[in-house]
């Protein structure tokens, strides 16, 4: 891959990026000289490596390369300081989408393979945050949403029950807790599920913990069927005594 190959850029934070890329791949590191929105010029990080590349605008308003000299002569690097969490996040974001839950120590591993960076795990948890967040959405935009949701549910699934409670005295409203029993999951339990009820929590492992609570029951296959659920930050009495009573 050579960067002598591209011959025009869009502006100076085009060439950055694809100079930042190209950087990335061969192993090299460098600082910039010039970084500015009319001349970006770079060079080599290793002392001895006497290699420089410099671009600004042509007439046309494109970004173009005018000087590059001398050759890498150093050796490759694995600790890049250019591979900042988010170009990893970009890099990685198909390998996390086909495996959502990867550890974060099997993607560092993958990262030092197909990348060639021996990256710390903090910046490797970062990046899989960042690329997890582009391919699901915001946690913190979806919260902002459940009002709606349940407005949404509630016309378009008479009887059904849901209730959301903010935290008491906040402004803007903190989420705190939430019930949820649909319409038809509740007669479908009285009219085809055994007389029996189970009740059983776990947490939520995502970046705002939280604890399920839920309420199933047996169908005739004797398969558990959800019946009630709720969202909480904790599971102890209080919480629970909410739940069962909104059952």
Known sequence: MSIEGWDEFHDAKHFRETLRDWCIRGGFDIEYVKNEKVRVTAKCKIEGCNWRIHASPVMNDCFQIKSIQGAHTCARTYNNKLAKASYLAKRMESAIRDHLNI?????????????????????????????????RGSDSVQYEKLWDYCETVRKFNPGSKLILKKLE?????????????????????????????????????????????????????????????????????????WFLGNC
Request: charged share 25%.
């Open 169 to 241: 005295g906040s402004n803007p409203p903190i989420f705190d807790k939430m019930y949820v029993c649909l319409s038809a999951l509740k007669n479908e339990f009285l009219s085809g599920c055994r007389p029996i009820i189970g009740l059983d929590g776990c947490f939520l492992k995502t970046c705002y913990r939280g604890q399920l609570l839920v309420a199933v029951g047996r169908d005739g296959n004797d398969n558990m069927f959800p019946i009630a659920m709720a969202v909480v930050q904790v599971e102890n009495r209080e919480n629970w005594t």
């Open 103 to 135: 550890p974060v120590l099997q993607l560092k591993n993958t990262i030092l393979r197909k990348c060639k960076m021996d990256v710390s795990r903090q910046k490797v948890q970062r990046a899989k945050r960042e690329a997890l967040e582009k391919i």
